[in-house]
């Protein structure tokens, strides 16, 4: 426990740094929100999109097909989180100085939004389709994202 020492001789607990708790803020809480949005948006679509759903696309198109859940909830669910708690243990155990932290906050939500957007992105143009293969280029929510 961290103190300062008083005159009577006690120990007063003292706040944790502002650095810690602004990396915890722009490491953990705003990409894991970020991702928690994407995946609300997705599970409200969840009727209105193709049964299976485009999950690859190469080349010449969609190429790949699958179910929800594992293609695109788990990776919202699992990838954002875990790269965060990736970047908040870094930022507030790892090198002192503001910039290794900003750094680390910076990836942190690009990277949430970036994979929530390319997820979502490439449900948004498969909505309303009787038919997965019917789906366009996904070129367009990539680049946005």
Do not use: K, N, Y
């Not at 005159?7 to 708790?21: C, E, I, Q, Y």
């Not at 929530?116 to 143009?125: E, M």
């Amino acid at each position: 426990m961290t103190g300062r020492l008083l005159d009577s001789g006690g120990m007063t607990p003292t706040p944790p740094p502002r650095h810690r708790l602004a990396a915890a803020l722009w490491t953990l809480v705003v990409p894991v929100g970020i991702s928690l949005a994407g995946l609300a948006l997705t599970l409200s679509w969840r009727d209105r999109l193709p049964d299976p759903i485009v999950t690859h696309w190469g080349p010449t198109g969609a190429d790949g097909f699958g179910t929800l859940t594992p293609h695109v909830v788990a990776p919202l669910a699992v990838m954002v989180p875990a790269f965060s708690i990736f970047c908040w243990a870094f930022a507030t155990f790892g090198p002192r100085g503001g910039a290794p932290r900003r750094s680390l906050s910076a990836c942190a939500v690009g990277f949430s939004i970036l994979i929530t957007g390319v997820f979502v992105g490439g449900l948004a143009i498969q909505l309303d389709l009787e038919d997965a293969a019917l789906t366009g280029d996904v070129g367009g929510p990539t680049v946005l994202s």
